[in-house]
């Protein structure tokens, strides 16, 4: 109790930066670490999760304040959590009208927050239809982009509804981005993320990815956050990973389960 009271004490008097506090590993405290109430609610009440697993909570801590990230946990370890709940908050942070559905700016498929590629369309379906669980009530509009669809189709939706979080396979996102008809532009991205690249690499998507990241700004343009998750980590993703994010502000998460 006493040192509390040093600390709060020091806190006051500006001496000390603040007190760092125990990594979060409930849905319900990310309270604590500034998460918009209407995340956490979508997280406790809509989908009903309570502890996190352990790569939720040794990725979402650090991910939180903005670090890239490199991810290594098993398959059916809860990795899609992981990168969407830190990647919803960094899109709501930079926006707070988009939580006030009544106010809210209209979305657009030319300025596109957030990216999460993913290898196959089977697994990009998924996370869409977890994304958007995470989005009801935030009024983030989450598109998924995939090959094997309608192109047509899919960008009619995207341009009537918008698209803030864009989940694709990299061969339609790049043939997309590379078509200026399809209007899909991302000029102010947020965040990018890259769901098993073990995976991503073994199907030979290593030319899409070198020519998204070249359509993609700068990153010097934008403050922009880059997560790779993986099953595993073979020589060939930690060349892509080394090429991805920034050396100066970045965390390397493995689970030993
Ligand atoms: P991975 O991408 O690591 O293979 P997923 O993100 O697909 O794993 O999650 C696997 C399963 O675990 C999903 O059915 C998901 O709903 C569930 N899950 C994820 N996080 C939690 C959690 N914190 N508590 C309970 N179940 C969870
Ligand atoms: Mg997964």
Redesign the pocket.
Known sequence: YSTQSASAQANREGEFAPVSSAPVTRFSELSRLGVNTRLIEALTRGMG?????EV?AMAINPALKGSDMVAQ?K???????AFLVPVFQRVLMDQPDLADIRNRRRSSSENIRAIILSPTRELAE?IGVEARKLAKNTGIVVQTAVGGTRKREALQKMWREGCDVLVATPGRLNDLLSDPGARVAAPKLQAFVLDEADRMLDVGFSDEIRDIQNSLPSKNEVERQTLLFSATIPRDVVHLAKSMVRPDNFQFVQTIK
């Open positions: 999760y309570d502890a996190m697993t939720q946990a398959t059916g370890t809860g990795k899609t959590l998924q």
